[in-house]
């Protein structure tokens, strides 16, 4: 067996597998041999049928199994001789294989890049201050209030939070909205919905919320709606300029509860200062937490931005499909339809090949960190994150061990995933801290 290594590029490698026809031969033979002691004909006892009966019985099934064995045992033995760190086979192309006669097999991979490593034991980091302000725990314990609003009907004009009863309808140069969207006909007309005046969070009709202060009930008014330059919900409307006949069917404002006991008692405080307390260490927590995800991207990108080597386009291939699946999973679930994907699928391709280079460069670096620092996977390891992921999905531990067990691929990602998780953690726990000065609130003059 002859082997030798042509590149195609940096990353990507021919491996060439030369068999002498002794070789291939006996590799035949041996499939015929092992076919032949399994093979139950009539009137022969098993193993015992002749070879050429074996050969016209079995025939299609040898050559298959045969030509499987002669590419594994070359692949296997050319990785070997050669050394080459294989990352993903690409392609296979083994020529005619037939007994008697040389055979030459063509293996297209793709290697694991060689890059030097820069300092990673001092990366710098910014993160903000964990002790809340006054100013933060008031705001936090008036959104606990808002929480258990009440909504009263208030015989004024709409102001801002507020909620208002309406029906609308809408065209577009004057035509109906629900003529262009009648799967969707929501955004052209509803006999009566709700709206927050002024709100921060936009409803279903961008800006419609902006439009409806100082109108008391059974009040009509026509607004001009702008949708964005790209509506996702329904490309229909993207960019155009729409009105909306608008009535006003209610008022109801907005009436926060009480800081009495029973509202203390709800929020597990004895008292104003013990809820405030409580309040503090909740935001602490959670400013941790931002602090400790905003240090995992700084890290990462800082390292990833020191350096610059070709990528594996195999790998950029298979992350890209995957960045492509979780996106249009994730907008199917939010209503966006099948045609506005087909519209942008190249704009889409484009930025999914761009986030997958980015992913797979870092994974690359984490990787080589890894290997650097021996960092393994541990049974606890794998214990806490089937934990998590139990608790996650509501599917039992055994039921996950199992599918994991099932599918090695899976597994193989997972056990990836936890090592490279375990990386960034002690990026971390080596990095440069430098804390940001607190914001100071301003205060009207």
Same mark, same amino acid.
């Given at each position: 067996?002859? &082997? ?8 990507? =490698?021919? @491996? ?24 139950? @004909?009539? !009137?022969?006892?098993? #193993? ?18 045969? +030509?499987?064995?002669?590419?594994? %045992?070359?692949?296997?033995? #050319? ?7 294989? *990352? ?6 083994? #020529? ?64 801002? !939070? ?14 109906? &909205? ?20 002024? #709100? ?8 419609? !919320? ?5 109108? =008391?009930? !059974? ?5 001009? &709606? ?13 960019? $155009? ?23 203390? +008692? ?39 931005? =020191? ?5 594996? $386009? ?17 907008? *199917? ?20 090949? =761009? ?28 214990? /806490? ?16 061990? %199992? ?18 998780? %375990? ?20 205060? /009207?003059?």
């Amino acid at each position: 067996m002859n &082997i030798s290594v042509q590149d195609q590029s940096v990353t990507r =490698k021919s @491996l060439v597998v030369t068999l002498e026809a002794g070789e291939v031969s006996a590799q035949h033979a041996a499939t015929v041999a092992e076919f032949a002691r399994m093979a139950r @004909l009539p !009137g022969f006892r098993p #193993g015992k049928a002749p070879t050429d009966m074996v050969l016209k019985r079995f025939g299609k099934d040898i050559a298959d199994e045969f +030509k499987q064995k002669v590419v594994s %045992k070359a692949y296997q033995t #050319g990785l070997a001789q050669s050394k080459l760190d294989v *990352m993903q086979l690409v392609d296979a192309v083994p #020529g005619e294989l037939v007994s008697g006669q040389a055979a030459e097999i063509r293996f297209t991979v793709d290697v694991r890049p060689q890059f030097e490593l820069p300092a990673y034991d001092a990366l710098e980091t910014e993160v903000a201050p964990v002790e809340a302000t006054d100013e933060e725990v008031d705001r936090a314990i008036e959104a606990m209030r808002a929480e258990r609003a009440d909504f009263r009907v208030a015989e004024r004009a709409s102001a801002k !939070g507020d909620f208002v009863k309406l029906s609308y309808e809408g065209t577009v140069d004057g035509k109906p &909205i629900a003529d262009l969207s009648p799967d969707r006909p929501i955004y052209g007309k509803a006999p009566q919905t709700w709206e927050e005046v002024d #709100g921060s969070q936009e409803g279903l009709i961008p800006g419609l !919320g902006r439009e409806l202060s100082g109108l =008391k009930t !059974g009040e009509k008014r026509t607004v001009e &709606i702008a949708f964005p330059a790209e509506f996702a919900p329904l490309p229909a409307l993207a960019g $155009a300029k729409a009105k909306y006949a608008v009535e006003i069917l209610e008022v109801r404002e907005r009436v926060l509860p009480e800081i009495n006991d029973e509202f203390l +008692k709800s929020h597990q405080a004895d008292s104003l200062d013990a809820l405030k307390t409580n309040v503090r260490n909740s935001l602490r927590m959670q400013k941790e937490y931002q602090n400790k995800s905003l240090q995992r991207r700084q890290v990462t990108e800082a390292l990833v931005s =020191k350096l610059e080597f070709e990528l594996p $386009a195999s790998l950029i291939d298979l992350e890209t499909q995957d960045v492509l699946r979780q996106f249009i999973e994730e907008n *199917m679930r939010r209503g966006v339809p099948q045609e506005q994907f087909e519209k942008d699928k190249k704009e889409l391709f484009e930025n999914a090949r =761009k986030a997958a280079a980015a992913r797979v460069k870092m994974q690359l670096v984490l990787g080589r960190i890894a290997d650097q620092e021996g960092i393994k996977l541990t049974e606890n390891d794998m214990n /806490s994150f089937i934990y998590r992921e139990s608790m996650r999905s509501g599917v039992s531990a055994d039921k996950l061990v %199992k599918q994991l067990s099932k599918d090695r691929e899976q597994l193989r990602s997972m056990q990836q995933n936890i090592i490279l998780d %375990k990386t960034v953690e002690f990026l971390v726990s080596k990095a440069k801290v430098t804390t940001k000065a607190p914001e100071t609130s301003k205060s /009207s003059s």
